[in-house]
């Protein structure tokens, strides 16, 4: 492709900025990055509260956030956050120790059969699932794999046929059911359901494995967790800083027409000629929304292919509080609270987070979830209210909430259409209008997952 060529850039999320990094880094400086907000990071936010900052939005990575690093190394910075650590409690705020043997004696067979289960599932992602953990989602309907390695920092190309990858598109729980690993899922629901990407119930079981494919789970378990002092958000805006071409803030974009080979884009006011798109902005938001964010098909000249695809993708309810507490209120560390993940529990306290460790004079946040596929959405202000209710129970409770979010969360299709092959058919459409789908619903809505599918993007078409 002609590297001159003019490439709008629909967000200035994690996905947007990197897709801008692989961009330059492949010879190309025509981009131009739009963002619909005065800042960059999208949800990756890190406000100040008393002259440090705190995270309403992304918190941690892993050693293996590959895209993570590169965009570490071509700004010059590093993870040097708060070390993470966590206990757990019962839905009663009681202290538990769910996986030590010696508090668990009566549980000592169930723990022991849980172990034995981990070992197997890591062996069957080997052997049976080689594939499962590439980027993306591209061939696993149809049973295989083609992408990049993401367990080495070298990321070498590969692909391969395994019919049994199409077992992916079921629910999380069927999968484990059908490989007898369904005790796992006390592990893998610590990461994934209190981080708000749904119930096991639901969700198909490749958003699962390829955002915690074994090696990311188990630093999960180990917390061999990366932070970032000044947020999360603090990433994307040293990259912004660092692009040829920073995103463009207070973009508001009324219009995007594709015709006879070019893209207009209509932004504040004024028509842009570009020749290409890629969109890292939500494709499709079902509801209307409190914050204003609407989707791709609503101000673009979408086409009938798009709109019939895009229509089919859902996303989580997720709702952060940021509270003050009393000094004697505060909690010594970070709580999961196991209990309350699971469906019939929809609304309540799944986690709260407390980030320093040597201060009182911090908030700290609750995350919750309000919507399952099969139950009815509980209103955000009973999930609110209840969050702060099982505060109190948990002995923390909060004194005041100084900032909050329903955030726009972790875009997905469910089993149905993924085993139709939805995603090989939204593959398939890349660059058929003059434009790319990226951002969260084409891989997984974590930080690394985005950045590492424009990486893929950028080296697949441009
Ligand atoms: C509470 C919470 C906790 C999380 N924890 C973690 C974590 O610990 N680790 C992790 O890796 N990830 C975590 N995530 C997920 C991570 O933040 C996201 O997956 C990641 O930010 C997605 O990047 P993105 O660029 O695809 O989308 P976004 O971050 O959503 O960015 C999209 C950008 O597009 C902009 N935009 C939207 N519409 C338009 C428009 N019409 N025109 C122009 N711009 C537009 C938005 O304002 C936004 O800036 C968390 C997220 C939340 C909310």
Redesign the pocket.
Same mark, same amino acid.
Not at 10 to 16: K, L, R
Not at 34 to 37: F, P, T
């Given at each position: 492709m002609d590297k001159n060529i003019r490439i709008c850039i #629909?967000?200035?999320? @994690? +996905?947007?900025l990197s897709a801008g990094m692989y961009l330059e880094k492949k010879g190309y400086t025509n981009y131009t990055i739009? /963002?619909?907000?005065d800042r960059v990071?999208?949800?990756?936010w890190s406000p100040y509260y008393n002259g440090r900052r705190y995270e309403m939005? +992304?918190?941690?990575?892993v050693p293996s956030y590959y895209a993570v690093h590169d965009v570490e190394e071509f700004c010059g910075i590093t993870h040097d956050g708060p070390k993470l650590n966590r206990n757990y409690k019962d839905a009663a705020g009681n202290v538990i120790e769910p996986f030590e043997p010696k508090k668990n004696i009566l549980k000592i067979p169930r723990l022991l059969k849980m172990k034995k289960q981990v070992k197997k599932l890591g062996e069957l992602l080997e052997t049976k699932y080689k594939g499962y953990d590439l980027n993306g989602h591209r061939g696993v309907s149809e049973g295989r794999y083609e992408g990049f390695s993401q367990t080495s920092a070298k990321r070498e190309p590969v692909s391969g046929v395994n019919p049994n990858l199409k077992d992916l598109a079921l629910p999380f729980s069927e999968f484990c059911k059908l490989n007898g690993v369904e005790l796992i899922q006390d592990i893998w629901i610590g990461p994934f359901t209190s981080?708000?990407y749904g119930y096991f119930d639901e969700i198909p079981a490749a958003y699962v494995l390829k955002y915690l494919d074994f090696q990311t789970c188990m630093n999960f378990v180990k917390i061999n967790l990366w932070t970032w002092k000044d947020g999360t958000q603090s990433i994307w805006e040293s990259l912004n800083d660092h692009l040829k071409n920073p995103a463009r803030l207070n973009?508001h974009?009324e219009k995007v027409e594709r015709k006879d080979g070019k893209v207009y884009v209509t932004v504040n006011g004024e028509v842009e000629e570009y020749d290409k798109i890629i969109v890292? +902005? @939500?494709l499709y938001i079902p509801n209307k929304r409190d914050d204003g964010?609407i989707g791709m098909v609503d101000?673009f000249d979408a086409r009938e292919d798009e709109k019939s695809l895009f229509s089919k993708i859902d996303y989580e309810r997720?709702d #952060?509080l940021a509270c003050e507490t009393k000094p004697e209120d505060h909690p010594e560390i970070s709580y999961y609270v196991f209990d309350n993940m699971v469906p019939q529990k929809l609304g309540r306290l799944m986690v709260y987070y407390r980030r320093w460790k040597d201060t009182k004079d911090q908030v700290i946040t609750t995350?919750a979830l309000r919507k399952h596929k099969d139950r009815n959405e509980i209103d955000y202000d009973v999930c609110k209210k209840m969050v702060l209710n099982d505060l109190k129970t948990m002995k923390n409770p909060a004194s005041n909430v100084v900032n909050e979010w329903s #955030?726009y969360?972790f875009p997905h299709v469910f089993s149905e259409d993924y085993a139709a092959g939805w995603y090989e058919k939204v593959e398939a459409m890349q660059g058929k209008y003059d434009t790319y789908y990226a951002? /969260?619903v084409m891989s997984f809505?974590?930080?690394?997952e985005?950045a590492e599918y424009s990486r893929e993007l950028v080296e697949r078409f441009f």
């Open positions: #629909v967000g200035g999320g @994690p +996905a947007g739009l /963002e619909r907000l990071g999208g949800k990756c939005g +992304a918190i941690m990575g981080f708000g973009s974009i890292t +902005a @939500p964010q101000y997720y #952060v995350y #955030v969360y951002g /969260e809505g974590d930080m690394d985005t």
